[in-house]
């Protein structure tokens, strides 16, 4: 089977929304469907709703809610019309349409219908949506749209059995390795991370501002976020596949991901040769979600070295002082030069300072290239959480970037420029108590 073919195979039942009770597609029914009268009445009452004032608002709601699940198709399209609006408009407009949206959320969530979900996540704007979204699914997930997402790429299609998904994990593993890579190359690309939004966020109109950071979380949609259920598919067969080039795409494919990969990976840390865990383990670190640190601290104690240096910087990476506890527990009965090193700068990137000034020290002895490989990484949080501020996305620095910012630092193994770029770098790091000087 071609590589296409596959990744068809896995979007079997994509754009479905999943649910307990049975879910159906994303987007709901057209409209015309319905009754030509009770059409024109739906409209009517969300003419009312929308844009009636005090009572006459009041009303067109509590004809809606009457009408129940047959309104869904009217209003999942009016709320793509309100998207679009959004587009155009500019100023006081912006507010009047984020109110409309919301209305419409809450409209949605009492409708307690499936086919909303998709919409709903699609075109998420704040409290409101979480609200529907808790009512249709039943879960508490909170306000945040990365755990909606992660919960929604979790679910099986809904017209997919989980005999098909384990018939598609199989089948890649069968393909010769052209094709497999083929396949994951096509998956990297499909899940992509999409950028284009953040420079609209160096503006100084509070407004524009908004609707910016509103139009980021938008980035992902319904079928974005079933190309990412049909990536995590295939993951572990990819960083378990035996030839290294899959591999690397698999982990191109995990970092894409990015928190929505969390619980794909971590399985793969605590078993199984040292080659599947050890890319499995960087590629935690690399991704920085907290929920990886039991893994990685468990395999602060494996017998492989190499695992044992991979997750130090991991859990360094991650950063705060539940990845420091463990990272100083390490140090205590690590004898290997190259892992202390490393749990060092670990503990360094989580801000400790006493730890960093332990680097230092290290520079005028025989494991200065140890502890000048460990400073560098720390250099790369502290500029990669540098990046991520001043953008407001989740955006790991490109190499270049960082190679260019690297040689404009021009640090070397000089101790002093190292103690003047600590003084802002560990404000960035989040400086634990006790570690300050």
Request: glycine share 8%; proline share 8%.
């Amino acid at each position: 089977m071609r590589p296409a073919l596959l990744t068809g195979l896995l979007l079997l039942g994509a754009g479905c929304a999943p649910s307990s009770g049975g879910a159906g597609p994303s987007a709901p029914a057209a409209a015309s469907s319905l009754p030509p009268e009770m059409e024109l009445e739906i409209r009517d009452a969300l003419h009312d709703a929308l844009y009636g004032k005090d009572a006459q608002s009041d009303r067109g709601r509590d004809r809606i809610r009457d009408i129940g699940k047959p309104a869904v198709p009217i209003l999942v399209q009016a709320l793509a019309d309100e998207d679009r609006l959004d587009e155009k408009s500019s100023g006081h407009s912006i507010l009047e349409t984020r109110v409309r949206r919301q209305k419409l959320a809450i409209l949605l969530g009492e409708a307690r219908d499936p086919r909303a979900i998709g919409p709903l996540l699609e075109r998420y704007d704040g409290e409101p949506f979480a609200r529907a979204l808790e009512k249709i699914t039943g879960l508490a997930l909170g306000d945040r749209l990365e755990a909606w997402r992660e919960w929604y790429v979790d679910q099986p299609p809904a017209d997919t059995s989980p005999a098909e998904i384990e018939k598609a994990v199989r089948l890649f593993r069968s393909q010769p390795v052209r094709e497999r890579l083929q396949t994951m190359q096509d998956l990297a690309y499909a899940v992509r991370v999409r950028t284009g939004a953040a420079q609209l966020l160096d503006t100084t109109d509070p407004q524009v501002r908004t609707l910016t950071t509103r139009r980021q979380s938008q980035t992902m949609t319904v079928a974005d976020l079933d190309r990412r259920r049909a990536a995590r598919t295939l993951l572990a067969a990819g960083f378990q596949d035996p030839e290294p080039a899959v591999r690397n795409y698999a982990k191109l494919v995990a970092i894409q991901l990015g928190p929505l990969a969390v619980s794909s990976l971590r399985p793969l840390t605590r078993g199984g040769p040292p080659e599947t865990r050890l890319p499995a383990i960087r590629t935690l670190g690399e991704i920085g979600d907290p929920r990886a640190r039991p893994e990685l601290e468990a395999a602060l104690a494996d017998p492989v070295t190499a695992l044992r240096f991979a997750s130090a910087q991991a859990l360094g990476q991650i950063g705060g002082p539940a990845a420091a506890a463990p990272l100083e527990a390490g140090l205590r009965g690590e004898k290997d030069p190259e892992v202390r090193a490393a749990l060092l700068g670990g503990l360094a990137m989580c801000g400790r300072t006493d730890r960093f000034q332990d680097l230092l020290a290290m520079l005028a002895g025989p494991q200065k290239d140890l502890a000048a490989a460990q400073l560098e990484a720390v250099c790369r949080k502290a500029y990669t959480l540098d990046c991520q501020s001043v953008h407001g996305l989740r955006i790991p620095a490109t190499e270049e970037a960082w190679r260019e910012y690297w040689r404009r630092q021009a640090l070397g193994t000089d101790s002093e420029l190292w103690k003047r770029w600590w003084t802002q770098a560990k404000v960035i790091l989040s400086p634990l108590p006790g570690g300050t000087p």
